[in-house]
């Protein structure tokens, strides 16, 4: 079966950083619904229409293409005062958005000094271009209910 819109396709892959440094090691197969759902970035999607099992690649992914660019906006100090006390580098929490339709931010402690945290809401691989090498593991049709719910259910995929 070839990859078209309303399939789901399982990819063994990794991804690295334009030097080559390993950035995931895609210890677990990844499994999307192709087609337009946001399962995987749209670059990928459009590399891999038209192909079967057993298909390789190697899709190079601007920063644009991938997590964005870094904005530097999102990088923000706070008073420790606003922290509970056992926060600690690396925690990371979801800043609300006002708009109830709207996912927050997630916000990463990149640093605890001098009563302040510093925190960043950029994704930690933003302003990175990215290789990402994947073979294609299977492809199969999606059910009626995964293309209403817009994701895959079962194995590798969501489970209700």
Known sequence: MQIDKHTI???AYSVADSEGNLVDAGEHPLTYL??????????IEEELLGQVAGFQKDI?????E?????DAELVMIEPRDLFPEDIEVGMQFER??????????LYTITDIAEGKVVVDGNHPLAGMALVFSCTVSAVRAATTE????GHVHGEGGHLH
Do not use: C, M, W
């Open 34 to 43: 192709h087609g337009g759902y946001g399962g995987i970035f749209e670059k």
């Open 146 to 149: 995964e293309i209403e719910h």
């Open 60 to 64: 190079r992914l601007q920063p644009e």
């Open 9 to 11: 396709v399982t990819l």
């Open 96 to 105: 609300a958005s006002s708009n109830e339709d709207e996912d927050g931010t």
């Open 66 to 70: 991938a997590f964005g660019e870094y």
